[in-house]
């Protein structure tokens, strides 16, 4: 879905699934990640249009694409220098303590398995601010906001510290029950079939950009499952 467009980007609400991996051959890699975008956002993938960032094949939400060479250099200096800000939404098992706090661990390859990342001495900086919107049975429902772009950094911190996203099996999140005893709560965590991260919302204010998706279906459907249920009175 086509959410904003002026003269520098487009931004299309990504959905859950779509691969936006690159390989060594960053030009082709990175224009047919762009075609895979727009045919399923229902735009016309043969427009001609920049990858600026990536979100992982599981997560949702807001990706910018650069109009220009001019506008993908200058958006690419801004997610490079903070000029970007970026929020997510999780749904992580358990309640972070406290409510609101920041996760500042380095992050790098893991050596058992380099397909993932890791809490390492000698990794690179990475920060991770949060704020819990929800407390629910066995599940919080969290704003995240990264200060930088490692790789699955809002996976690893979160998994790291105890927390990790529901359904994220790559980082310790597939389903656990920890408590949930209804059964309509179970079968909404059992119908989980991706990480419940979603790009929220993308300001870069030096280039009048302000967007923000809408929460997914999946991610709707398991938070309204999850909230308390008002009793008849």
């Given at each position: 879905m086509?959410?904003f467009e002026n003269?520098?980007?487009l931004?299309?609400?990504?959905?859950?699934?779509?691969?936006?991996?690159?390989?060594?051959r960053?030009?082709?890699?990175?224009?047919r990640a762009?075609?895979?975008?727009l045919?399923?956002?229902g735009?016309?993938?043969?427009e001609?249009?920049?990858?600026v960032h990536?979100?992982?094949?599981?997560?949702s939400?807001?990706?910018l694409?650069?109009?220009?060479d001019?506008?993908?250099?200058a958006?690419s200096r801004?997610f490079?220098?903070?000029?970007?800000r970026?929020t997510?939404?999780?749904?992580a098992?358990?309640h972070p303590?406290?409510?609101?706090g920041?996760?500042?661990?380095?992050?790098?390859?893991?050596?058992?398995?380099g397909r993932?990342?890791?809490?390492?001495?000698d990794g690179?900086?990475?920060?991770?601010r949060?704020?819990?919107?929800?407390?629910?049975?066995?599940?919080?429902?969290?704003?995240?906001?990264?200060?930088t772009?490692?790789?699955h950094?809002i996976r690893?911190?979160?998994?790291?510290?105890g927390?990790p996203?529901?359904?994220?099996?790559?980082?310790?999140?597939?389903?656990?029950?920890?408590?949930?005893?209804?059964?309509?709560?179970?079968?909404?965590l059992a119908a989980?079939?991706?990480?419940?991260l979603?790009?929220?919302?993308i300001?870069v204010?030096?280039?009048?950009?302000?967007?923000?998706?809408?929460?997914?279906?999946?991610?709707a459907?398991?938070?309204?499952?999850?909230?308390?249920?008002?009793?008849?009175?």
């Open positions: 086509r959410l003269a520098l980007a931004a299309l609400d990504k959905p859950a699934g779509v691969s936006m991996a690159t390989s060594a960053e030009d082709k890699s990175a224009a762009v075609t895979r975008l045919a399923a956002c735009e016309d993938p043969a001609s249009l920049l990858l990536r979100l992982d094949v599981g997560t939400g807001v990706v694409l650069a109009k220009t001019a506008a993908h250099r958006l801004a490079q220098s903070g000029g970007a970026k997510y939404r999780a749904l098992w358990g303590t406290p409510a609101t920041v996760y500042a661990d380095p992050l790098g390859r893991d050596p058992k398995d993932k990342m890791k809490i390492r001495g690179k900086a990475a920060v991770t949060y704020e819990i919107l929800a407390r629910l049975p066995s599940v919080a429902d969290l704003r995240i906001s990264p200060e772009g490692r790789t950094q690893v911190h979160l998994s790291a510290h927390h996203i529901v359904g994220d099996d790559f980082y310790g999140g597939a389903t656990r029950w920890h408590g949930v005893r209804d059964g309509a709560r179970r079968r909404a989980v079939a991706r990480p419940l979603h790009a929220e919302r300001v204010a030096e280039l009048g950009i302000d967007v923000e998706a809408p929460l997914p279906e999946d991610y459907a398991a938070l309204s499952a999850l909230m308390p249920r008002k009793t008849p009175t």
